[in-house]
């Protein structure tokens, strides 16, 4: 094949399917799942932040660093093997230990995490997971009594996975060390890649369905508000149609509550479009593990479409009635701002016909004025005209009054002559 050039990016993109395989873990086994984000402005966070924390750890470890860009990593920590993930909003720390613990889900197995180094976390705990890895018994009684004993049964959720190979559990309640408690059965001889992919899936389910529940507390959080600008929304809109009501002050009314709706959809529209985007995995992670039910209990599937839907339900309601809202509050501002504009229309022709009138009394009383100024100019001029006549008219035997009786109507005529080509001058 003759040379040609590779695009800039196309390793990258390639190697990026191939990112984050899941680990290998062998039961039995113990794992530990943290994720961590920041209560705010999360994806716009420092992710130097993020990787200053990740070696912190590393180092109290002995283990070696990562690439100064990665966005994941994995190496073995002493006993631990231990798997640390970028997200958007979020970096996850995965370890995995053989063996198990005497007491299921004892806290020490998060002892991995220093405590102080837990608390120079650049951010809060998103949601922590211990998932125990055992060798599924001959007897199916004996994981329903495990089960039993290590969960709350009415939030029980059991299910076999991958056609058979395992059983998952668990009531995804917080127990009284802060964790999230999961169980894991897996046929014995099954492979370690497989059993790594079941924990990681596993993980992703309660932390997706975990951020996503950020977008419930966000609906119930814009409720409030939402009502009480529906309600003045709604009686401006009846307003409208009152005859006693200032068209101006209700469409600054209405521009106002539509700015307030306009800002509540800015700042909501990131969280509840990720809250659609995690509703989305979580349900492609469970479908992924082809759950079969087990025992007759609730399936993950089950357990999310009685629990979890509702509330991402709400959040879709709440979405759309915050649009609906925003739509109404611009049509209403339309609709009374075409009737400002006719208002103001009919005024302007009122002033104008009101501007015509004094108009026409102006040219009237031009008019006027425009008489009495010949009379007047005709005055002086008679006057200055018989002073020029006199000395010629008297030897000829003219009186003054005969010759003023005489000059008076030529002077008359020729002053209002000149106003009258004065005035079509100008005009």
């Known amino acids: 094949m003759p040379p040609i050039q590779d695009h800039p ?9 191939h990112a984050r395989p899941a680990a290998k873990i062998t039961a039995p086994a113990t794992a530990t799942f943290l994720a961590i984000k920041p209560p705010r402005f999360a994806a716009k966070r420092s992710r130097g932040d993020d990787r200053a924390h990740l070696l912190a750890l590393l180092e109290r470890h002995g283990a070696v660093h990562p690439a100064p860009d990665a966005t994941h ?3 073995d920590m002493g006993r631990y093997h231990m798997k640390w993930e970028s997200h958007t909003e979020f970096v996850t720390y995965t370890t995995f230990e053989q063996g198990l613990t005497d ?10 995490y220093p405590a102080d180094w837990l608390a120079d976390a650049p951010g809060n705990r998103l949601t922590s997971i211990i998932m125990r890895v055992e060798v599924m018994p001959d007897n199916p009684d004996d994981m329903i009594d495990k089960m039993l004993d290590w969960f709350v049964p009415e939030s029980l959720a059991a299910s076999s996975v991958l056609d058979g190979v395992g059983v998952i559990a668990s009531d995804f309640r917080i127990d009284a060390a802060g964790h999230i408690r999961m169980a894991l059965f897996v046929k014995k001889g099954t492979g370690g890649r497989r059993v790594g992919r079941i924990v990681q899936r596993m993980c992703e389910i309660e932390t997706y369905k975990t951020i996503s529940m950020l977008g419930l507390l966000r609906a119930r959080g814009m409720s ?13 809109t009846r307003a409208m149609n009152d005859g006693g009501s200032k068209s101006e002050e209700t469409l600054e009314q209405l521009l106002r509550i539509s700015s307030e709706l306009e800002n509540m959809v800015v700042e909501s529209s990131f969280r509840f479009g990720a809250t659609g ?4 995995l979580v349900h492609q992670r469970i479908e992924v593990l082809r759950e079969a039910r087990f025992n007759g209990r609730q399936t993950l599937n089950e357990f999310m479409m009685r629990r979890f839907d509702p509330a991402m ?19 209403a501002g339309q609709l009374l701002s075409t009737r400002v ?12 016909a009101s501007m015509d009138k004094r108009a026409d009394l102006q040219l ?11 009379v007047a100019i005709s005055y002086y001029a008679v006057n200055l005209v018989a002073y020029l006549v006199m000395p010629f008219a008297e030897p000829a035997g003219v009186s003054k009054p005969v010759a003023m009786a005489v000059l008076a109507p030529l002077v008359v005529l020729g002053v209002w002559g000149m106003v009258r080509r004065i005035r079509a001058k100008f005009e």
């Open 9 to 17: 990016d196309r390793y990258a993109m390639v190697n990026e399917l």
């Open 224 to 236: 409030p508000q939402m009502g009480a600008l529906d309600d003045e929304l709604t009686r401006l």
């Open 341 to 352: 504009d006719v208002e103001r229309s009919a005024q302007n022709q009122e002033l104008l």
């Open 277 to 280: 985007a995690y509703e989305a």
């Open 103 to 112: 007491r299921p889900f004892d806290p020490s197995s998060f002892d991995v």
């Open 313 to 331: 339900r709400t959040v879709k309601s709440a979405e759309a009635r915050l649009a609906k809202m925003a739509e109404r509050a611009m049509r």
């Open 364 to 374: 009237r009383l031009q008019h006027t004025v425009e008489g009495l100024s010949v």
């Open 73 to 75: 990593f994995s190496t």
